[in-house]
Nanobody, 125 residues
């Protein structure tokens, strides 16, 4: 996979919103599973949500109702819309990609071959 690049992180107050972007170059969305992960210091990288090659999206139970995965096919960009942010959402957020095999995107980080550098999100109370 070509370069993955996240953007859109920043600092917000609790209850606020952010939209993260993951730009994917050189590969078509239909051939990929693209997932969002997040990580805080000392903890394992946590799966947050994904878009599969067939266009289906799903998010983790922990963020359901607050976070949404969407895409702009023309721009080859995946988004993570984050609403009603909480201090515990503070983390570095990464997008990751692997080939799409027709199944829902896996959640373990070890299943992903390609990663962006991450973007930081800080939510203050």
């Amino acid at each position: 996979v070509g370069m993955l690049s996240e953007s859109g992180g920043g600092s917000v107050q609790a209850g606020g919103s952010l939209r993260l972007s993951c730009s994917v170059s050189r590969y078509d969305f239909s051939s990929l599973c693209i997932s969002w992960f997040r990580q805080t210091p000392g903890k394992e990288r946590e799966w947050v949500g994904a878009r599969a090659g067939d266009g289906s999206t799903h998010v983790a139970v922990s963020v359901k109702g607050r976070f949404t995965v969407s895409q702009d096919n023309a721009e080859n960009t995946l988004y993570l819309e984050m609403n009603s942010l909480k201090p515990e959402d503070t983390a570095t957020y990464y997008c990751a990609a692997r080939g799409f095999d027709g199944n829902i995107c896996p959640t373990p980080m070890i299943d992903y071959n390609y990663w962006g550098p991450g973007t930081q999100v800080a939510v203050s109370s």
